[in-house]
């Protein structure tokens, strides 16, 4: 693996910017994090602070020495932080023929739900890694009641690949890049 210094790029689409995560950042995604409708379907339990602020610190550490990573999502008509979204390397400890390659997440903020915003970011996370990456697939784990996140998977080119453990039973999705 190669050092790579690099920041997050910034993505513009009609409603969002994807950005580089931000110290001002902070306090929302603490508190997107220690919401339980937000962890509902991907730990179960609220995060600490002290987890958020670990979390903010690997976006950053996966941009700079992978030269992929998270972004911070903003409502362009109201600059307010509206969750994430990006690809990362987590080293899961899960079964699949997929683990080694980029995974995709995106988690949004409760007031940010239910307007299409996840779709819309995914979208333009995937057109970015589809000329960034260099493996032409990417994959995401999602909780088999998540039916939001599903929809947001499927719809960004993404299709059921298989069933895995992870701390109980996922739905790996999968996608391989158009190139």
Not at 91 to 107: F, L, M, N, Q, T
Request: hydrophobic letters at 45%.
């Amino acid at each position: 693996m190669n050092d790579v210094t690099m920041r997050a790029p910034t993505i513009e689409t009609p409603r969002l910017i994807l950005r580089a995560h931000r110290l001002a950042d902070f306090a929302d995604g603490a508190a997107m994090w220690g919401s339980d409708e937000v962890v509902r379907y991907i730990s179960g339990r609220p995060a600490s602070a002290e987890e958020a602020w670990a979390r903010l610190l690997r976006y950053a550490g996966h941009w700079t020495l992978l030269g992929f990573g998270y972004w911070a999502i903003e409502e362009k008509s109201s600059g307010r932080f509206a969750g994430e979204a990006g690809f990362a390397e987590f080293k899961r400890a899960v079964d699949s023929a997929y683990r080694d390659a980029p995974e995709i997440g995106w988690v949004l903020a409760p007031w940010a739900q239910g307007r299409g915003y996840a779709t819309e970011a995914v979208r333009a996370a995937v057109a970015w890694g589809d000329e960034h990456l260099p493996d032409k697939r990417t994959w995401c784990m999602i909780h088999p009641d998540h039916r939001a996140s599903i929809r947001v998977a499927e719809k960004c080119g993404y299709h059921l690949a298989e069933r895995a453990n992870y701390k109980g039973e996922v739905l790996i999705f999968a996608r391989a890049a158009e190139r």
